[in-house]
C-alpha cells in the first residue's frame, strides 16, 4: 500500500469517528434534525466562501449536479440523521459505529451488480462475514430485547448503512464508468452540502422548530463537527474512493468501532466490556482478510 493511500487512511479513521463524539457534545443543545441542518448550512457557506475566493463557484449542468445531490442526501443526511437519532435513543457512540460497521457486508455485496469488475475475492467476503459475526456478537450482548425502546435505538443506525452503502456505490460507479464529465472534490462537496442542507431543511423546522441553545460548547462542537468532520473527513473518504476499491474502501468502517469506543472512554469514561473487546477482536481479523488482494499477489 503507497504511504500517500495510507496516511489518507489514517486521518479519515481518526476524523471521521471524532464526529461520534463530537454529535454527543451537541445532541444535548438540539435535536438530530437541526444539528445536521445547521451543521451543514454552515458547511456550504464556507465552501462557498473557498470557491468564491478561488474564483472556482460555478453552477454546473443538473444532469451532473443531481447525482452529487443524491450522493450528499444518502451519506450525509440519512447517514447522519440516523446515527444522531441512535445516540438521542442514548445508544452508546462506540456501539452506534459498530453496527454502521455493517455497511462493508452490504458493499461487497452489491458492489459487483452496480459497479462492473469489481468482484470481492474470496478472503475481502471472509473478511466481511467475519466483520459482522464481531458486530453481531458485541450488540447482542448490549441490547435489551425486552424494551422497544432499546430495540428500536439500535436499528436506527442501518438506516445509515443503507444511506452510505447507496452513496459509495454510485460514487464509485461514476468514478469506473466515466461516463460524465468529473467534479473536483470542492465543487462535488458543495452540490452534496447543498442538498443536505435543503434535505434537513423541513424536518428541521417543523418537527424540531430550529429549537437550539446557542451554548459555548455546542458551538465548539459545531466548528469542530463542520470542518474537520463534514469538510475534512469527506474529502479523504472521496479521495481514498478514487484510489482503491469501494470494498476496501468500506472495510475501513470496522475501524471506526474501536476508535470511537476509545474516544467514547477518554471522553465520557464509557465503559468497554468483555463480549465489546471479543467482537472487536473478530471484527480486526475481517479488515485484514479483507484487505487481501490475490489479484496482485
Known sequence: MKRTTLILITGFVLLWNSGFIGAVYGLPYTGPFTLVFWRYLALTMVIVLYLLLRQRFRWVSWSLAAPHMLIGILA?????????LALDYQVPAGIVALIVALQPLATGALTGVVVGGEQANWYQWLGLVLGFLGVVITVAFRIDFGSYSSIFGYLIPLGSVIGMTGASLIQRRMEVEKRSKKLPVDLALFYQSLATTLALALPAIFIEKLATQWEAEFIYAMI?????????AYVLLWLLIE??????????????PPVTMFMAW???????QPMDITGLAIVFVGVFLSQVNTKNP
Request: charged share 15%; with cysteine.
Open 76 to 84: 450525509h443526511g440519512l447517514w447522519l440523521t440516523c446515527v444522531l
Open 224 to 232: 469542530w463537527l463542520t470542518l474537520a468532520v463534514s469538510l475534512g
Open 243 to 256: 484510489r482503491i476499491e469501494a470494498t476496501r474502501v468500506a472495510s475501513l468502517f470496522y475501524l471506526g
Open 266 to 272: 477518554l471522553a465520557f469514561g464509557d465503559k468497554i
